[in-house]
């Protein structure tokens, strides 16, 4: 039976001049549609051998190919595609981090699809700087006297040890010795920038007197970590910025903060924890100054640095620079997020990121009475959702102790564990992420604004 099966499958080249191979031939590439017809019939094949129940209904050219369409349709499954971040995560490092304000993404498509004037001076006619329409922007949102942008805060990092301390001593506290993310890691970053690490204090105290005993000939730099992804508590100290400051001044050293998230606004009275504002730390004194384009400030993946003039021409002029330096699209993006900063009337509403931070529960409560009985129609059987309140996070390392409060809407199914509720809301399409609480499936509103994406399209 099996063997009768196997024999009566039609070749490549038969189902390629099936009428129903029209369409698909017009979409898709010759090569590309003979490959996944291939995998297709090898598919067949090996249900057939395996003594699957397969209807020889599903073995006529027409079916196999209505199986091809589908699969061509499908793709790219497994691809870089959009998903719905329902974790309660608003900047979800693996989901893509801040998603984009709407004149940030117009911004970006222009550039996508037109010449710009990424490195032409209109005025003058002739060649011009990328960076200089962000770093005008920068210098005015945080008082700094000078900055400028990378590829993303690793590089910023890099960068600024490379171009103020190689060869040198850099001092840095054991309590700020951090690792994000698995991959950046200060001791690792130091030593590639041909920096030296000199750490000094302990992992839960450091005092002034720590760094000025480290002091010496070899110093080039005072630097400060801001712990963005963990939190000591109980008996510690470090040493506050303006102290560092005082210390470095007294020596005559510059002092670098790496803030990691680095605030532009304080989003205080909406009731979120307050991160370091990149203003405030500037006006204290450090020297240079990093942060991240992705994260609490709600743009594209940037490394911003801003600080003192003499340092950051340095920093802008070191060969590196050009090896880490960000593509027009992201110049673009960040431009607009940045703009919004500065003129729009409600920054707030207009940033993804910083809108989900600061969404009040009722406008949360509103969502969840439209959307649960739809997405009870649209489970069936089987599956009950009911609301409850948790907390969300501010996620990328920023304030990994403190929640917004939230509300979610937890899906069980009378016999699939939470794991297999998950695993199949991440087959629907697109995706939706979800996180696992104590055994059950939770599907975070904090991080979703239109309730329509949390109904699974399978
Ligand atoms: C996130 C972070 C980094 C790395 O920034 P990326 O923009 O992800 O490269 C570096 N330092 C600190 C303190 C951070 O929080």
């Not at 409600?346 to 931070?357: C, G, T």
Request: glycine share 8%; hydrophobic share 45%; aromatic share 4%.
């Amino acid at each position: 039976m099996s063997q009768e099966l196997l024999r009566g499958l039609p070749s490549v080249d038969r189902l390629l001049h099936h009428t129903k191979s029209a369409p698909l031939l017009a979409r898709f590439n010759r090569d590309y549609v003979t490959q996944q017809c291939r995998q297709v019939l090898d598919e067949l094949r090996q249900a057939i051998r395996a003594g699957g129940a397969v209807d020889a209904r599903e073995l006529d050219d027409g079916a196999i190919l209505d199986r091809l369409a589908r699969r061509l349709a499908g793709q790219p499954a497994g691809g870089f595609q959009r998903v719905v971040n329902a974790t309660g995560t608003v900047l979800h490092t693996n989901l893509g981090r801040a998603p984009l304000a709407e004149a940030a993404i117009d911004a970006l498509v222009t550039a996508a699809r037109y010449p710009t004037n990424l490195e032409y001076d209109l005025n003058e006619g002739e060649r011009g700087r990328r960076e200089s329409h962000v770093e005008r922007l920068l210098v005015g949102l945080t008082g700094a006297e000078a900055a400028t942008v990378v590829n993303n805060n690793a590089a910023a990092v890099l960068l600024a040890l490379n171009t103020m301390a190689s060869g040198r001593e850099v001092i840095v506290s054991r309590g700020e010795l951090i690792e994000i993310g698995g991959a950046f890691r200060i001791p690792e970053i130091m030593a590639r920038s041909g920096a030296v690490l000199r750490e000094v204090g302990t992992t839960n105290r450091t005092h002034p007197d720590d760094y000025a005993q480290a002091i010496g000939a070899a110093t080039a730099l005072l630097l400060k970590v801001h712990t963005s992804n963990y939190r000591i508590v109980g008996f510690s100290s470090e040493v506050p910025l303006p102290e560092l400051v005082a210390i470095g001044r007294q020596h005559g050293l510059p002092v670098m903060e790496d803030l990691g998230s680095g605030a532009l606004i304080d989003l205080g009275r909406y009731g979120v924890p307050k991160e370091p504002l990149v203003g405030e730390r500037v006006a204290l004194g450090a020297d240079v100054v990093t942060f991240s384009g992705d994260k609490v400030l709600g743009g594209p993946q940037a490394g911003l640095l801003v600080g003192r003039k003499a340092w950051i021409d340095r920093i802008a002029k070191n060969p590196l620079h050009r090896a880490v330096r960000c593509d027009k699209l992201t110049l673009a993006a960040l431009e607009a997020t940045l703009a919004l900063y500065q003129q729009s009337p409600d920054v707030v509403s207009e940033i993804p990121a910083l809108r989900a931070f600061t969404r009040p529960l009722r406008e949360l409560e509103a969502m969840a009475a439209r959307l649960l009985p739809a997405l009870e129609r649209a489970l069936g059987p089987g599956f009950s959702v009911a609301l409850e309140s948790s907390t969300s996070q501010i996620g990328s390392g920023a304030l990994p102790t403190e929640e917004i409060p939230t509300w979610a809407v937890a899906v069980r199914h009378d016999r699939d564990s939470a794991d297999a509720v998950a695993a199949r809301f991440r087959a629907a399409r697109p995706p939706i992420i979800g996180r696992i609480n104590d055994d059950r499936f939770l599907l975070d509103l904090r991080t979703v604004f239109d309730p329509d994406d949390l109904i699974p399209r399978w």
